[in-house]
């Protein structure tokens, strides 16, 4: 039976292909095919006319191959879709030691990989679908993340003018709906005179309805607290229509991006609860209901990674190496060669773990082993976070062969 390795270089709006047979027979030289309907149809039928069995391998950049894997998958084609670091890696016996870059060049080397690996290939499927999906949530995630705080420092440095210090009243986390306690005392107490100009026990009324209004506890005490603290204070704009105007906006762009952000955050939560291995990822420590999501995002099906070590190097925590000879340096920084997405949500999981110093968790007792023994702060969380990964991938990989196939 033939095989018919069909490479696909990907790229915004158009792709590359190349089909070989084993022995180097070249069925189709690298031909382009731009992402439309019409073009990817035709594509599809070339590659159920070929003789014999055909698996296709393109590279999974960006979110460019997601619409072109989606029909072919959906056409019955065998498709897989590999980490570019792994086809770059690469070595084939054509291209060993002159190195060409180009579409042609890179279709027929995914082809040549994918004779190589055949009987190894992972076929793109609906979880894949799903992890896809799951990581341009969470880049959507950050990207708001980003801007809330900026629409939040930029708030706060106008309330500097007007209310100096009104954001440190409450600590109270944000709702599911993204509202927080401080941002809605400030825009119905956005100026200090807001306060100032009633008595104290018209304010402690005044405030005591508002908390009722909005659903927040009531203490007198605060409330007391927050009109002394008022009487103190010096305001730099005055308390008129332009600046409430003014106040008024921020809050709005604020609000705005903080809802988006719990709507992601509850969206990645249900669809990361679609993934199998959800419930073993949500039992480790450090892990909830946002840093989890984020983890599966980056981190994406564990069955693709050979070995530990391959996951710890991927997210670019494992150490690097310099030894030459009789030379070997034993401290080394890590590689930082993989995603900076998964590192920095990872460092998160490492400090939730050092506030909340679970006593039962390895992973919390390795970090603060490395801290009493004096290593910096960096040397000990990302040693944390290439412990954490090797945990993961073992008790990951352990559920998963314990579900049912």
């Known amino acids: 039976m033939n095989m018919n390795a069909v490479g696909i270089d990907v ?16 069925v189709a030289k690298p031909f382009e095919v731009p992402h439309l309907s019409g073009d990817i149809q035709s594509l599809i039928h070339q590659i159920q006319s070929l003789d014999g069995e055909s698996r296709i391998v393109m590279e999974c950049t960006g979110h460019y191959y997601e619409s072109i894997a989606h029909e072919l998958t959906s056409a019955g084609l065998f498709v897989s879709a590999v980490n570019p670091q792994i086809i770059r890696n690469y070595q084939d016996e054509d291209n060993s030691l002159r190195k060409v870059k180009s579409d042609k060049a890179d279709s027929l080397k995914i082809a040549r990989y994918t004779l190589d ?31 809330k705080t900026a629409m939040k420092n930029n708030l706060i440095g106008l309330l500097d003018q007007t209310y100096p210090g009104v954001n440190t009243y409450f600590d109270s986390p944000a ?9 809605d005392f400030a825009t119905t107490y ?36 927050i009109y002394e603290t008022a009487k103190g204070l010096v305001s730099v704009l005055p308390k008129d229509d332009f600046t409430k105007r003014i106040i008024k906006q921020a809050v709005e762009q604020l609000n705005t991006a903080s809802q988006t952000v719990e709507q992601l955050r509850s969206l990645m939560d249900e669809t990361a609860a ?24 980056e981190i994406g099906d564990v069955a693709r990674f050979t070995h530990r070590n391959a996951i710890t190097a991927f997210a670019g925590v494992d150490p690097g190496v310099n030894d030459s000879g009789d030379y070997s340096q034993k401290s080394v920084h890590a590689s ?7 590192r920095k949500t990872l460092f998160q999981v ?25 290593k910096p702060y960096y040397v ?19 559920y998963l062969a314990s579900l049912p196939q």
Not at 121 to 137: A, F, N, V, W
Not at 175 to 183: A, F, M
Request: proline share 4%.
């Open 11 to 26: 790229s915004k709006r158009k792709s590359m292909v190349a089909i070989l047979r084993p022995g180097g027979e070249v």
């Open 117 to 147: 690996r055949w009987a190894k290939l992972k076929q793109y499927g609906l979880m894949d679908e799903l992890r896809s999906q799951l990581k341009t949530m969470n880049r959507q995630f950050s990207f708001y993340m980003k801007h």
């Open 175 to 183: 709702r599911g709906d993204g509202s927080q306690k401080w941002v």
């Open 190 to 225: 956005w100026h200090v005179d807001c306060v100032c100009k009633m008595s104290e026990g018209t304010f402690i009324e005044h405030y005591q309805k508002w908390c009722s209004r909005k659903k927040y506890n009531f203490s007198k005490a605060k409330a007391e607290e």
């Open 380 to 398: 000990y969380m990302t040693a944390g976070a290439n412990k954490f990964l090797r945990i993961y991938y073992g008790r990951v990989k352990e």
């Open 350 to 374: 490492m400090d939730v773990l050092i506030k909340t110093k679970p006593q039962d968790d390895p992973v919390y007792l390795f970090m603060d082993k490395k801290r009493a023994q004096g």
């Open 274 to 297: 679609r993934l199998p291995e959800y419930p073993a990822v949500m039992a480790m420590k450090g892990v909830g209901t946002s840093l989890g999501p984020q983890l599966m995002a």
């Open 336 to 342: 930082k060669h993989g995603s900076p997405t998964l």
